[in-house]
């Protein structure tokens, strides 16, 4: 196994360990556990930028990172929007239709690269679907770090708005430049 995907299999072995630091007191003091969650985060978004340079600069590709990839991504920046829904304490709520929103995309993107890849077509990220995947981990940065300041509030909601209408703009990308798999 090389290397980007052990970087794959790590970001998907960090999500439970994020989830347990978010969700779960643990007895640390104040908000030490949303703290060390957000460090979990931000190292598992790094690793995802990692694993795809890495295999691309050293033609590392493989069929499992191609599927396991784009699994993972799905898993750490849904898993962390749907436990950041019911936080009591959020400065800046996640609203639920945002969430619905974003995953629905998820699914509907997923199934039109499976029937794709049934008709043997790869369909590789566009640029609109990798601006949504890093507006989205700002998004849930700033959702995790949770800051009680103004100007802060402001920044989140706008990316927050920006994730949202990315998310749209890449399914609508998606299809349309792809719109072929879709006859017969």
Same mark, same amino acid.
């Given at each position: 196994?090389? %290397?980007? #995907?052990? %970087? /794959?299999?790590? +970001?998907i072995i960090l999500v439970p360990v994020f989830l347990v630091l978010l969700l779960c007191p643990l007895g640390l003091p104040g908000s030490l556990n949303r703290y060390l969650a %957000? $460090?979990? &985060?931000?190292?598992?978004?790094? /690793?995802? *930028? @990692?694993?795809?340079?890495?295999?691309?600069?050293?033609?590392?590709? /493989?069929? &499992?990172?191609? &599927?396991?990839?784009? @699994?993972?991504?799905?898993?750490? *920046? *849904?898993?962390?929007?749907?436990?950041?829904?019911?936080?009591?304490?959020?400065?800046?709520?996640?609203?639920?239709?945002?969430?619905?929103?974003?995953?629905? +995309?998820?699914?509907?993107?997923? $199934? &039109? +690269?499976?029937?794709?890849?049934?008709? $043997?077509?790869?369909?590789?990220?566009?640029?609109?679907?990798? %601006?949504? /995947?890093?507006?989205?981990?700002?998004?849930?940065?700033?959702l995790i770090l949770n800051l009680d300041i103004q100007v802060f509030k402001i920044i989140t909601v706008v990316i927050m708005v920006l994730a949202t209408a990315l998310t749209i703009?890449?399914?609508?990308?998606?299809?349309?430049? #792809?719109?072929?798999?879709?006859?017969?």
């Open positions: 196994m090389n %290397l980007p #995907n052990k %970087l /794959t299999i790590f +970001r %957000l $460090g979990v &985060f931000i190292v598992a978004s790094i /690793t995802d *930028c @990692l694993d795809g340079y890495i295999a691309r600069r050293y033609n590392l590709v /493989t069929d &499992f990172g191609k &599927f396991m990839d784009p @699994l993972a991504d799905k898993l750490l *920046c *849904c898993s962390a929007m749907i436990a950041l829904i019911g936080i009591p304490d959020a400065v800046v709520s996640l609203p639920s239709v945002v969430v619905i929103i974003i995953i629905a +995309r998820e699914f509907l993107i997923t $199934g &039109f +690269r499976s029937i794709a890849a049934e008709k $043997g077509i790869v369909i590789a990220a566009s640029k609109w679907g990798k %601006l949504k /995947t890093i507006s989205q981990m700002i998004m849930l940065i700033l703009i890449s399914a609508v990308d998606y299809i349309l430049k #792809n719109k072929d798999v879709l006859k017969g």
